[in-house]
């Protein structure tokens, strides 16, 4: 319920502070009832008054801070909004905290095998052992080695490799490489059933079914010409009414979205419901390839170590870093196999997941190419739904009542308005004459 509120506010705020019930249920993609119910109750809390044009329709108008009196009014609103704040510094701590780990995890191995190195060439120049010269240089050869990508030139081979831009830095997308940047159609619904009411608006009031079909999902074999409960919700959400052409064909009118505040431009509309595909991830290539290469660099490492400190022995002997990172060895080795695994089954779960958004998509743009080249039976529907189509903008003129001021006051302009209309009335009947 406090998401439809939401939505009804922003509705409000973008359709200029006078909106009819239909006028926020298209803006919002709600349903009538929700719009109608969030419209009463925050025109109740925010001070929003009420106009009721002659025909019976109602214009809710607001305030425009009526946001702020709501905030100021509601302690708990405010609460939520500054703990909403905190949680954006938290979630952000939490996203670079897998890149700070990644550094620190390969910083604690390499430190570790280099320790057990030295002290392994160490003992073989105590042993009197001639080997020591060319160990070291292998040791010491390899590692400093392993951070060319902390090298001073590495950043511009890096820029010189990119082919695309990233407003991610690296901490940023190490977790982008990992876990992905959300879903691209979490807002899929809203969408959805704000570009049906659009549709609807657009046609004034009075559709055919296969107007909306481009819209909607999981029609399957109800998607015929003589089945079309695939309308039902669409017709619960706008309290919409059927009528049957003398053909016996269904149409669909709503009379809530034939009523409107005021006059509005035509909104541009897709001819269907595209679904996004989902990213593997936002960050750059360059960024794509220096987190998998310093995964790939830290799960090495791990088995590297694991071979080292295999019996324990060397740990003992050393002490200090070295048996501390063989107390926390499985959780290095853990997320070293983690971090590579994560991405990897995400990448197929993604390219699963996009085959189906994919098939969803076709099956819309069908529906749109047929109402497209639409056959004489449909262009007689469409033709027949034309009969209901209807639009009404309630103007100041139009209003017999309006809770900004007192109904005495109300009752004497209006009175005084009618009487203008008869004396122009009648002047303009003595001209005739």
């Not at 009411?197 to 046609?203: C, D, G, K, L």
């Not at 090495?300 to 019996?311: E, N, S, Y």
């Not at 990172?325 to 080795?333: A, D, M, T």
Request: a neutral charge; charged letters at 20%; proline letters at 3%.
């Amino acid at each position: 319920m406090e998401q439809s509120y939401n939505k009804v506010m922003q509705a409000v705020e973008q359709l200029g502070y006078r909106v009819t019930v239909g006028d926020v249920a298209t803006q919002a993609g709600l349903n009538v009832a929700e719009a109608n119910q969030g419209l009463l109750a925050i025109a109740a809390d925010a001070g929003g008054h009420l106009q009721v044009a002659d025909t019976g329709d109602i214009v809710y108008i607001f305030p425009r801070n009526f946001q702020t009196n709501l905030r100021n009014k509601y302690l708990q609103l405010r609460l939520r909004e500054w703990l909403k704040k905190v949680w954006g510094i938290l979630f952000y701590l939490i996203r670079i905290s897998f890149g700070i780990l990644l550094i620190v995890s390969i910083a604690l191995i390499t430190i570790a095998i280099i320790i057990i190195i030295i002290s392994m060439n160490s003992d073989r120049d105590n042993g009197g052992r001639s080997s020591h010269s060319s160990g070291g240089g292998i040791g010491f050869f390899y590692f400093p080695d392993l951070f060319w990508y902390f090298s001073p030139n590495y950043e511009t081979r890096r820029q010189e490799r990119q082919h695309q831009k990233s407003e991610l830095n690296f901490l940023e997308a190490v977790f982008s490489f990992l876990f992905g940047d959300g879903n691209p159609n979490s807002n899929l619904e809203e969408r959805r059933w704000r570009e049906v009411a659009t549709v609807i608006r657009s046609n004034r009031g009075s559709v055919a079914a296969e107007q909306i079909a481009p819209y909607l999902d999981n029609l399957g074999a109800e998607y015929a010409k003589e089945y079309e409960d695939y309308m039902l919700p669409v017709l619960t959400r706008f309290n919409g009414q059927p009528a049957v052409s003398p053909e016996g064909q269904i149409i669909y009118y709503f009379p809530e979205l034939q009523v409107s505040a005021a006059n509005k431009r035509r909104q541009s509309l897709p001819v269907y419901l595209e679904e996004l595909p989902w990213r593997f991830s936002a960050a750059s290539s360059g960024q794509i390839f220096l987190s998998a290469g310093l995964g790939a660099l830290n799960l090495v490492g791990a088995l590297v170590l694991g071979h080292l400190l295999r019996g324990g022995v060397v740990a003992a002997q050393l002490g200090g870093l070295v048996a501390f990172v063989q107390g926390i060895y499985w959780l290095l080795l853990a997320y070293g196999i983690g971090f590579l695994g994560v991405p990897l089954v995400r990448y197929f779960w993604i390219k699963w997941r996009n085959q189906k958004i994919a098939a969803r998509n076709r099956d819309r743009l069908f529906r749109a190419r047929q109402l497209a080249n639409a056959d004489n039976a449909l262009q007689r529907k469409i033709a027949f739904a034309k009969q209901f189509a209807a639009e009404k903008v309630i103007g100041k003129k139009d209003l017999v009542y309006s809770t900004e001021t007192d109904l005495l006051e109300q009752e004497v302009e209006r009175s005084a308005q009618i009487d203008e209309e008869w004396q122009k009335r009648l002047e303009r009947g003595e001209e005739k004459e």
